[in-house]
């Protein structure tokens, strides 16, 4: 009967192989279990050569054993299923005896880990494929710049165990931004930008700033950016009326552009529903390099980016794919709790080295975050794409009033 199963003769359903085990065990698994059933299904390997195909309960021991697995390690919805493997371990003729280990899945909050799930999400397109930066997948980890010894830190930060919990996701940015702030060189980039006109530099002249690429490591060097007459700074870095313990530019206030001069605003222009447009600004000479000058009040440095040196880059910033801590227990499913906000692309303003920059890099975007050149659309030289990494700071936590 058995080869006639094989062989193709029955329908599927019409016929089961079942394991002759116990049918009073207090295990459901242990009763009698279907071993085999029929499938009329191409096989990669195969073909159409066999009509029936093993459960996974029996094919799972069976292939540890036959490739002298020591350690099978599942989650904790297998522990049940842990006798039934050590039975056909025991009476089936196998090289070797492996052994079975059950721990809790990792799960994250704002996150689905569910295959299922995830393949849902990608084929009803709502993320961008499986390599999305959103998805915890390791290839749109990977994309978003995840370093892999920070993921391996969160792993045994995290450790194994038997009790079904979720992690939250904030120590795992934690992790990512800890091994970045160590390795990652630091650039300029303006993600809102607004003009500054430094009115006492000459209207065609370029110098030359040098800029470490990391404060806390003289190792890495330093780079030369150029800056002219025009340059662009974050519209946050200026307001028209600062409060008391805003220290950046405003009407007749110092700042320090960051690696170069001081500058004092003269004034500013606005259009007509009101919004700033333009900033004048003069350059306090001999501040480059040097100390405040006595009698001025300079309290912060802010990054900047030549305008006519600098690139347009586009910018995608990316955040938590749902806007609840546990996705899976929304009450008309996890789909309802999307955050349409996961994904925000921008035009942004780049200094020239990062145009240049190869598929993969990664750095700080000073004061801002950490970003990586999307390991897809990057083009070097021609359509600079960086992906944000994670933000410097976890403005979820702000989010949440906690």
Request: glycine residues 6%; charged residues 25%; neutral net charge.
């Amino acid at each position: 009967l058995f080869a006639r199963m094989r062989a193709g003769e029955f329908k599927e359903g019409d016929c089961v192989l079942r394991a002759k085990i116990d049918m009073a065990s207090p295990n459901l698994n242990l009763r009698d279990p279907v071993i085999y059933r029929i499938l009329h299904a191409e096989h990669h390997n195969t073909g159409s050569a066999w009509h029936i195909y093993p459960m996974y309960d029996f094919a799972h021991p069976l292939e540890d054993a036959l490739e002298h697995i020591t350690h099978s390690l599942c989650t904790l919805e297998f522990e049940n299923h842990r006798p039934l493997y050590d039975w056909f371990i025991d009476n089936c003729p196998v090289p070797s005896k492996p052994r079975q280990i059950e721990f809790a899945r990792l799960n994250l909050s704002y996150t689905i880990m569910s295959k299922r799930k995830l393949l849902q999400l990608v084929q009803d397109g709502h993320v961008g494929g499986w390599d999305d930066p959103r998805l915890p997948t390791l290839s749109g980890l990977r994309r978003r710049g995840y370093p892999a010894a920070a993921l391996r830190h969160f792993c045994r930060r995290v450790g194994i165990t038997k009790f079904n919990g979720t992690t939250d996701v904030a120590l795992l940015e934690f992790d990512v931004r800890d091994f970045l702030n160590t390795s990652a060189p630091r650039r300029m980039a303006v993600l809102d930008p607004l003009k500054v006109v430094l009115e006492n530099l000459p209207a065609n002249s370029t110098a030359q700033v040098e800029i470490p690429n990391h404060p806390q490591d003289p190792a890495a060097g330093s780079r030369h950016v150029a800056l002219s007459r025009e340059i662009w700074i974050e519209r946050d870095d200026f307001m028209e009326d600062p409060p008391k313990k805003f220290y950046r530019l405003g009407p007749d206030r110092h700042v320090r552009l960051r690696g170069a001069h001081i500058i004092r605003c003269t004034s500013y222009e606005k259009d007509a529903a009101g919004h700033i447009t333009l900033v004048r600004a003069e350059v306090l000479p001999g501040t480059l390099g040097a100390s405040t000058p006595e009698g001025v009040e300079c309290r912060a440095a802010i990054h900047w980016v030549d305008a006519t040196h600098g690139s347009d880059a586009e910018v995608r910033i990316y955040d938590r794919l749902f806007t609840v801590e546990d996705p899976d227990a929304a009450e008309g499913g996890f789909l309802t709790v999307i955050n349409p906000h996961s994904l925000t692309t921008i035009t942004a303003k780049i200094e020239p080295c990062l145009a240049t920059a190869e598929r993969g890099f990664t750095c700080q975007f000073e004061r801002i975050g950490y970003f990586v050149a999307d390991s897809s659309d990057h083009q070097p030289g021609s359509k600079p794409v960086f992906n944000r990494t994670v933000a410097l700071r976890d403005s979820w936590t702000k989010k949440a009033g906690t």
